[in-house]
């Protein structure tokens, strides 16, 4: 059972990114994400790996982004992205564009208490909150996490979604929107290294 909760603090401003933080009960068959496997790249490790990833490739956005996540002194590391479009004919901008990202905080991995990856996603979420935006939504997941050796742990799940009357519109509102994500990534990120927002 997900727990969810919006951070739309401005409900009458429909111009303001919308952000959901959700926390997934480590007993939700089929949520938890894994960190090891065939197909996951370590870019922190070998940055030159990004060439393997069809998303980086096809979108400079995303592959900026997974650069500065997997940078020597970013405390973030990521394990896994996808993005991907669809349409919705129900909708008055029918047209989604879409991406995920994995990432877990690179120096603890393996943090058994979720309680610094809530607060790094409630972090995330103020700072995204007041970003303009009111075709973007952004939803923080806290999902539990499988590690090498069976060991357990969390992660951050960050999607961002994109709507548009026509699918390049979704694509180029989609990549503003990965911009905004990064601002406030790297804002945070700094905000780590000066301990003003602890993970310990």
Not at 113 to 140: H, T
Not at 188 to 199: E, G, K, P
Request: proline letters at 4%; a negative charge.
């Amino acid at each position: 059972m997900c727990h969810q909760a919006s951070n739309d603090k401005d409900k009458d401003n429909s111009q303001t990114m919308r952000v959901i933080v959700t926390k997934i009960a480590a007993r939700d068959d089929g949520q938890s994400c894994s960190v090891v496997g065939p197909d996951t790249l370590d870019l922190r490790e070998e940055p030159a790996a990004i060439e393997r990833i069809d998303a980086a490739r096809q979108h400079p956005g995303l592959r900026g982004l997974l650069l500065n996540l997997n940078a020597e002194e970013s405390p973030f590391s990521t394990f896994g992205c996808k993005v991907w479009a669809t349409t919705e004919t129900a909708e008055a901008e029918p047209s989604v564009f879409a991406s995920r990202i994995d990432l877990v905080l690179a120096h603890r991995p393996e943090v058994r208490d979720s309680a610094q990856y809530e607060e790094l996603a409630n972090e995330l979420a103020k700072l995204l909150e007041r970003e303009p935006g009111d075709a973007l939504r952004v939803e923080v997941i806290i999902s539990p996490a499988e590690f090498a050796g069976g060991r357990q742990g969390f992660c951050l799940r960050l999607l961002v979604f994109a709507r548009a009357a026509a699918q390049e519109q979704a694509r180029l509102r989609w990549t503003l929107g990965l911009a905004r994500v990064q601002q406030a990534l790297l804002f945070l990120a700094r905000a780590i290294r000066q301990n003003r927002v602890s993970i310990d």
